[in-house]
C-alpha cells in the first residue's frame, strides 16, 4: 500500500471519527493518544474477564468432580445395603428351616409316645382329638381313683381280692374305660364294707395303699393337664406359623415379578451411569484442549500487543522530537523572515533557504511518523476488535457449556432419583429392616438436589451478572464514544481556521479506507452483539425450561416420598407382627422340653 493511500485512509478515518480534516497534527496526536488508551483498557478489561470466566471454569470442573465422586460413593452405599439385605435373608431362612425342623421334630417324639403306649390309631388324628381322648382317659382315672379310697375289709382273701381289683382296674383304665359290671361290683363291695364298724389292721395298711395310689393319680392328672395344655399350644403354634409361612410364599410369589423389574431397572440405570461416566470424561478432554488452545492464542496476542505498544512508544518519541525540531525550524525561519524583511526586502539568502528545507523535511518525516503512527494504531485496533470477537465467542462457547453441564446435572440427578426409587422398592420388597435407613438416604439425596438446585440458581445469578456487566459496559462504551464525539467536534470547531491546509486533505484521503475498516469493524461488532442476544434469549428460554422440570421433579419426588412414608408405615405394621410371632415362637420352643 502506497503512502499516498495509508494518508487518504487515516485522513477518511478521521473525518468519520468526527474530526475535521484541517486540524492541525497536535490534535491529530491527541485524538490517536485518547483512541490508544480506549483500546488499552478495553483490551484490560477484555483479560480480566478472560481469567474470571477461567476460574469460574476451573471451578465448576472441580464440583462436577466432587459430584462424580458422590455418586461412586452412593453406588458403593448401594451395593454394601444389597449385600447386608441378602445376609439377613439368609440367616431368616435358616431360622425359619431350624424352627420347620423344631416342630417335626415334636410331632414325631408326640407319635412314639403313642406308639409306646399302644395307641396307634391316634398317631394319624388331629392334635384335638389326641387331647380330648386324654382328658377321657384322666376323667376315667379319677373315677377309678375315688372307689379304693372308700374300700374296708377284714379278711387277707378281701385285701388281696381288693387290691387285685385295684390293680386290674387301674391297669384297664389306661387303655379304655372300665366295664359297667365292674362300676357296680365296686360299689357293691364298697357298700358292704362301709357297714362294718370294725377295721383290722390290714384294712389300716390297705388304706394307705390307697392314699398312696390317690396322690400318684393326683400328680398323674396334673402332669397330664399341663402336658395336654402345653400340646395345644404347640398345636395352635404350629397352625399359626404354617398359615404365616403359607402367607410368606404367596406374597413372595406375587412380588417376584416386581423384584426382576426393579433389578433390572438397576442395572438399566447402571449401565445408564457408566454411559453418562464415558461422556463426561470426553466432554472433559475436549474442553480441557480447547482451554490450552486459547490459552496459546491469548498469549500470542498479548506478545503482539506488547510488540505493538512499543512501536508505538518509539514512534511517539520520535514524533515529539520532531515536534520540537519542527517549532525551533519555525522560530528560526520567523527571526530570519523579521530580519530579512529590513535588511533586505526583495532577496532571499541562502540562510533562509537552508532552514525552510530542513522543515520540509522535518514536516515530511513527521508525516511518515504520524503514518507509521496511524498504521500501528489501526493494527492495535484491529488486534483489540479480534480479542473482543474471541472474547464474546469465549462467552458463547462458556454459556453453551454452562447449560450442556446444567443438563448432565439434571439428567444425572433424574438417574439418581431413578435408581434410589429403584433401590427403595427391591430393599423394601426383599427386608423390612433397611426402612430407616432407606429413610436417612432419602433426606440425604433431598438434601443433595437441594444443593444442585442451588448452585444452578447460583449459576443462572453469575450468568445474569454477566450479562448486566457487559450491558453496562456496552452503555458506557456508548457514553465514552458519544463524549469523544464531542469533543472532537469542539476541537474540530476550535481548530477550523489551522487546519485548511494541503496535507490535511492528503491525510483526509488516507485516513478514509481506515474509517471504512473501522465501520466494517463496528458492523461486525453490532453482528457479534446481535448473535450474543440470540444467545442470551436462549439461555433464558432454557433457563425457564429447567426451572419448569425442576418444578416437575419436586412434585413427582413429593409423590413418591409420600408413597414410600406409605409403604413404609404397613411394612413397620408387617414388621411388628412379625416381630411379635418371633417373640412368641422363640418364646415358647423351649417349654414342652423343659417339662
Not at 455418586?71 to 424352627?99: G, S, V, Y
Not at 403359607?246 to 442395572?267: C, F, G, W
Not at 434469549?537 to 409420600?562: G, I, L, P, R, W
Request: aromatic share 4%; hydrophobic share 30%; net charge negative.
Amino acid at each position: 500500500m502506497d503512502q499516498a493511500e495509508v494518508l487518504d485512509q487515516i485522513s477518511s478515518w478521521m473525518s468519520e471519527e468526527g474530526l475535521a480534516p484541517n486540524s492541525s497534527k497536535e490534535d491529530w496526536l491527541c485524538f490517536m493518544w485518547l483512541t490508544l488508551q480506549h483500546t488499552k483498557k478495553r483490551l484490560s478489561n477484555v483479560t480480566k474477564d478472560l481469567e474470571t470466566n477461567r476460574a469460574k471454569h476451573l471451578a465448576e470442573m472441580a464440583e462436577v468432580r466432587k459430584s462424580l465422586g458422590q455418586i461412586r460413593i452412593f453406588t458403593e452405599q448401594k451395593d454394601a445395603l444389597a449385600q447386608e439385605i441378602q445376609d439377613e435373608n439368609d440367616q431368616l431362612r435358616k431360622q425359619l428351616q431350624h424352627l420347620i425342623s423344631l416342630q417335626d421334630a415334636q410331632i414325631s417324639e408326640v407319635a412314639k409316645m403313642l406308639y409306646q403306649q399302644g395307641l396307634t390309631e391316634l398317631i394319624h388324628s388331629s392334635p384335638s382329638e389326641q387331647v380330648a381322648y386324654l382328658l377321657v382317659e384322666r376323667d376315667s382315672l379319677l373315677e377309678t381313683n375315688e372307689d379304693p379310697s372308700k374300700l374296708s375289709g377284714d379278711g387277707n382273701l378281701q385285701s388281696s381280692s381288693g387290691t387285685q381289683a385295684v390293680n386290674a382296674a387301674v391297669c384297664q383304665s389306661t387303655h379304655k374305660r372300665a366295664p359297667q359290671h365292674l362300676q357296680n361290683a365296686w360299689k357293691r363291695l364298697f357298700g358292704f364294707h362301709r357297714r362294718h364298724a370294725f377295721m383290722p389292721p390290714e384294712a389300716t395298711s390297705l388304706a394307705g395303699q390307697a392314699c398312696s395310689l390317690e396322690k400318684q393319680c393326683s400328680r398323674l392328672e396334673r402332669d397330664v393337664e399341663e402336658s395336654s395344655r402345653r400340646l395345644a399350644m404347640s398345636h395352635k403354634e404350629i397352625r399359626r406359623l404354617t398359615d404365616e409361612l403359607e402367607s410368606a410364599h404367596l406374597t413372595q410369589k406375587a412380588y417376584e415379578p416386581e423384584l426382576q423389574s426393579a433389578q433390572q431397572e438397576v442395572d438399566h440405570l447402571r449401565e445408564e451411569v457408566e454411559h453418562l461416566k464415558k461422556y463426561e470424561m470426553a466432554e472433559l478432554r475436549k474442553t480441557k484442549e480447547l482451554n490450552d488452545r486459547l490459552d496459546h492464542e491469548i498469549r500470542a496476542l498479548r506478545n503482539r500487543v506488547r510488540f505493538l505498544d512499543a512501536e508505538k512508544n518509539a514512534v511517539q518519541q520520535t514524533v515529539a522530537f520532531l515536534q520540537e525540531e519542527v517549532e525551533k525550524l519555525k522560530s528560526e525561519q520567523q527571526e530570519g523572515q523579521t530580519g530579512e524583511t529590513k535588511v533586505r526586502p526583495h532577496k532571499e539568502t541562502d540562510e533562509v533557504r537552508y532552514p525552510r528545507i530542513k522543515a520540509e523535511q522535518l514536516e515530511s518525516a513527521l508525516q511518515e511518523q504520524h503514518q507509521k503512527l496511524h498504521t500501528v494504531q489501526a493494527k492495535a485496533n484491529q488486534v483489540a476488535e479480534v480479542t473482543k470477537v474471541d472474547s464474546l465467542q469465549k462467552e458463547v462457547e462458556l454459556l453453551k457449556s454452562a447449560l450442556q453441564q446444567q443438563q448432565t446435572d439434571c439428567r444425572e440427578t433424574n438417574l439418581i432419583r431413578r435408581n434410589e426409587t429403584g433401590r427403595d422398592e427391591h430393599e423394601k420388597l426383599k427386608t423390612d429392616t433397611e426402612c430407616s435407613e432407606n429413610q436417612s438416604e432419602m433426606w440425604c439425596l433431598q438434601l443433595v438436589d437441594h444443593r444442585d438446585q442451588n448452585h444452578l440458581t447460583a449459576k443462572i445469578c453469575i450468568m445474569d451478572q454477566k450479562v448486566n456487566k457487559q450491558n453496562e459496559a456496552d452503555r458506557q462504551l456508548s457514553k465514552n464514544t458519544s463524549l469523544t464525539k464531542e469533543h472532537q467536534k469542539q476541537l474540530w470547531e476550535e481548530n477550523m481556521p489551522l487546519m485548511e491546509c494541503s496535507g490535511c486533505q492528503e491525510l483526509r484521503k488516507t485516513l478514509s479506507p481506515i474509517q471504512e475498516e473501522c465501520e466494517s469493524l463496528k458492523k461486525e461488532i453490532c453482528e457479534t452483539l446481535k448473535c450474543l442476544d440470540k444467545e442470551r434469549s436462549k439461555y433464558h428460554s432454557m433457563k425457564e425450561k429447567y426451572k419448569e422440570k425442576v418444578c416437575q421433579a419436586e412434585h413427582k419426588f413429593d409423590d413418591e416420598t409420600s408413597r414410600r412414608d406409605e409403604k413404609i408405615k404397613n411394612l413397620e405394621r408387617n414388621l411388628s407382627l412379625c416381630s411379635h410371632s418371633l417373640t412368641k415362637m422363640f418364646g415358647s420352643k423351649y417349654e414342652p422340653i423343659r417339662s
